[in-house]
């Protein structure tokens, strides 16, 4: 189908599908054990924004999510999160 919409662009559906959802779940990951993790007291999550809150950026993913939302986190922790 990607092929009928975009002819002379050469790209497969399946590897970029499973590329996304590699990322998504490393980026996942990273939030999870930032706010799950066992020193995870200055970390927390802003359910309004979909973020990471933190007065100390130490941890070097912080960064990464202290300005961008992660808006799928509640799905995807329902999915991969182990109780």
């Known amino acids: 189908m990607l092929e009928n919409f975009l002819p002379h662009a050469m790209l497969k559906a399946k590897p970029n599908l499973e590329l996304r959802i ?11 054990d930032m706010l799950s993790g066992k ?13 990471v809150v933190t007065e100390d ?23 991969y999160a182990k109780y």
């Not at 590699?22 to 999870?32: E, F, N, Q």
């Not at 020193?39 to 973020?51: A, C, G, L, P």
Request: charged share 25%; aromatic share 18%; no cysteine.
């Open 39 to 51: 020193e995870n007291n200055n970390f927390s999550w802003d359910e309004h924004r979909q973020m």
């Open 57 to 79: 950026a130490s941890h070097k993913a912080a960064d990464q999510f202290k300005h961008h939302s992660f808006p799928y986190y509640d799905q995807l922790t329902s999915i």
């Open 22 to 32: 590699r990322t998504l779940k490393k980026d996942w990951a990273t939030v999870y």
